[in-house]
């Protein structure tokens, strides 16, 4: 890649590759077998490895992930599922794929996640589950009322898309004992080009998904070879990962701890440049043990805001518009004021590993002169 090609803060977020990856997906491309094969296979064996947990299963995207999930902890019509309304609409619409109802809740301000006691004001008879969204990175922890949700028969589900690499306490997210879901998709902070993965709590949730995964095919990919036939056991979805994405995956993982570091330094470097700016709130995502994934601020007049970086070129965004106020999620609707007045103020800056310091700069003051000009001071 030139200097010239570099993607700086005209993006708001952009891939960013170790080197290795065209090789990586040269040699699956020549070996002639693009599916399933043993390169997806070793890039679960050395994901559970990096996580320190006994089996993963890798699928097509992340929101295969939760969609596998929910029904592997057995999440159907009839039940309802805690999520907040802050989170990308596939967490949503995964509940809605298992016949399953969202029952919104609203977040912690200052975290834009979900709080142990939210999640119990929420509980009802009809709760069979609840999904964290460990937003921009951030762990989430319920371990307080873990006790209580187990006693209800109520399930986990993190949706740790944004949060590979993070860590609850000392260890990853993902080896907490939480039934998890990961996203590698392309700006992911481990990326996969597209790619998801589920950390089943038990063996026979890993034997369900991989059925899933094949179309509700027993057999592996392998075993299929060696005979004339195989068995369909159950429902299933073509939602395996190839292996061009798992070689992509492979090399990413190898380059990991590069770009942990890379990125609490950005957001780090970020803080310190937007702490002497009045009327701008940095949305903390715990760095010391998240590997961020976003970095946020809240600011007055957002639209014009956005508007105004956006004809500066820099490449501001907004995640998310709050899922409880779309059209598709009508039924579900409910008052949610925190939810509501961060979807009115927060903005995205620029933030990828392509970034250095000196755009940081250039976003910060950017972001600076952008707020005196439409709050005429």
């Known amino acids: 890649m030139t200097a010239s090609a570099r993607p700086d803060a005209r993006r708001n977020a952009s891939p960013y590759l170790c080197g290795r990856e065209i090789a990586a997906v040269a040699r699956v491309l020549e070996g002639g077998q693009y599916g399933h094969t043993d390169v997806t296979e070793e890039f679960e064996r050395r994901i559970a490895d990096f996580l320190g947990v006994p089996d993963v299963v890798a699928l097509a995207s992340g929101t295969a992930a939760l969609h596998t999930a929910l029904l592997a902890a057995g999440i159907g019509p009839g039940h309802e599922v805690i999520v907040p309304s802050m989170t990308f ?40 589950a609840v999904i964290p969204v460990l937003f921009g990175g951030r762990p989430v922890d319920l371990s307080a009322v873990q006790e209580q949700l187990d006693e209800r028969g109520v399930v986990v589900i993190e949706d740790a898309a944004h949060a590979f690499g993070s860590r609850h306490g000392i260890r990853r997210v993902g080896a907490s004992g939480a039934l998890t879901c990961f996203s590698f998709g392309p700006i992911k902070n481990l990326t996969c080009g597209q790619g998801g993965m589920v950390i089943p709590r038990t063996s026979t949730e890993a034997d369900m998904i991989r059925r899933i995964r ?41 380059g990991f701890q590069a770009a942990e570091d890379t990125r609490r330094h950005l957001w780090r470097t970020y803080r310190d440049a937007l702490a002497p700016l009045d009327r701008v709130t940095l949305v903390d995502v715990d760095v010391d043990h998240a590997v961020p994934h976003l970095c946020q601020v809240r600011v007055p007049h957002r639209d014009q805001v956005f508007t105004n970086l956006r004809g500066r070129d820099i490449g501001v965004g907004v995640h998310y518009p709050p899922n409880h106020t779309q059209p598709a999620f009508a039924a579900w609707k409910r ?15 620029p933030f990828h590993q392509h970034l250095t310091e000196t755009d940081i700069d250039l976003v910060v003051t950017a972001l600076e002169q952008a707020l005196k000009s439409v709050g005429g001071s």
Not at 214 to 243: I, N, P
Not at 335 to 349: D, H, K
């Open 214 to 254: 094949l179309l509700g095919v027993v057999q592996s990919q392998g075993e299929r070879t060696k005979t004339t036939s195989y068995r369909v056991e159950g429902f299933g979805l073509r939602y395996q990962l190839s292996a061009i994405n798992a070689a992509i995956g492979l090399v990413q993982l190898d």
């Open 335 to 349: 008052r949610l004021l925190a939810t509501e007045q961060a979807g009115e103020e927060i903005l995205s800056l």
């Open 89 to 128: 609409c596939a967490t949503v619409q995964a509940i809605l794929a298992v016949g399953a109802s969202p029952h919104f809740v609203d977040i912690d301000p200052a975290t834009l996640c979900v709080s142990d006691h939210l999640v119990m004001d929420a509980v009802t008879d009809r709760t069979a």
